[in-house]
């Protein structure tokens, strides 16, 4: 039997302080291949990821729900902020 591909995840600003992790592991079921399946998945604990306005990012660059990803990949989900 093949081990599960793991991604790391990443939480910034409002995601980080609403989940209570400023990251973590995670063992892809087969069936999750893209960010949207991944969002769609971690929404299901963390519900402030199920936001429209959070975006996802894929090995440092930002990315749309079909971006493909893998074991290896780093993961980031990043809410607006705002600055000066």
Not at 10 to 18: G, N, P, Q, V
Request: charged share 15%; no cysteine.
């Amino acid at each position: 039997m093949r081990a599960p591909a793991i991604v790391q995840v990443l939480y910034f600003a409002a995601a980080r302080e609403k989940i209570g992790l400023a990251q973590e592991a995670v063992a892809l079921p087969a069936a999750v291949t893209t960010l949207g399946a991944l969002r769609a998945l971690l929404a299901e604990r963390h519900p402030i990821l199920a936001l429209p306005a959070i975006r996802g990012a894929v090995n440092q660059s930002f990315a749309g729900p079909e971006t493909l990803i893998a074991g290896g990949d780093e993961i980031a989900f990043i809410p607006p902020t705002t600055g000066g």
